[in-house]
């Protein structure tokens, strides 16, 4: 089954870090075909070097073994119907697109196996999180390439039912961002308490990265964490006093996550 090329459709910055995770783990270049009409010059430059094919357009000479489909979302009615020829009775389709459904790959593509996933931007650094359903037509085979290939970039987690991925994509695939504007509020709410501009956000970079890396290396829960800093009566029990206050900022996440969740089932509408 896996005697045909690991092709990918989109090698922007998703398809360029699976990509990426491929070689580095071991994936020859030349099982690797890329088909982007015009990449990146960076990554036009690391097709060339590596020695990997690329094809503007879907080539008619091949049968995938894998074919991974990472163009977005509105990109992917276009794109399915074309990429039929690609297809063989042991290819695996695998997308990483918000919102667009198996249902719809299908109806593009045909009565073929499928893998919706939904990855996350740490899958630039080999640290993302993963999410994968599959249908009925992907053997157990096909299920483990999948794996294997979904991997490179962090840890897989396969859930039973589709529509547990769009709260997926809310949730994880969404997440990094609002991370990173956790780390905007602090550095401005540290500006305002009186540090320098840069200096905030150097702080506060840093204690939102540290505090990750203190969850990737324990199992230890957020909250035990998060007790571990809060003194009896010290500064931490103040800050946390108004940042849980009501539940306010609970039912704010509880928003923005219903909204990710809502946008995603929209998105399904494009196909
Ligand atoms: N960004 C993220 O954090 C995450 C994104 N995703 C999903 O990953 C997918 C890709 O997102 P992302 O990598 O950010 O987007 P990018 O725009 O970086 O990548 C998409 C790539 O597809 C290329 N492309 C456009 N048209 C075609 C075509 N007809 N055939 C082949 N390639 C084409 C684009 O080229 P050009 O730029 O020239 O148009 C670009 O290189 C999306 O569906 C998104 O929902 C999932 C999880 C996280
Ligand atoms: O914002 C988006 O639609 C994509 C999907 C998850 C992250 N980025």
Redesign the pocket.
Known sequence: MTSGPVVLVGAGNMGGAMMRGWLASGTEPGAIIVVDPSPAPAMAELLKSEGIRHCPAVPGDVTAGALIVAVK?QMMGSVLPGLKPLIGPDTVCISIA??TTIGTMARHLGDVAIVRS?P??AAMIGRGITAAVANDRVSDEQRSFANELLMVTGPVEWVETEDQIDAV?ALS??G??YVFFLVECMAEAGRKAGLEDAMAMRLARATVSGAGELLHQSADHAAAFRKSVTSPGGTTAAALDVLMRDDALQALFDEAIAA?KK??HE?AEHG
């Open positions: 979302p918000a919102g939904m996350n931007m994509t695939g969404s990094p961002a990710a946008r995603a998105l």
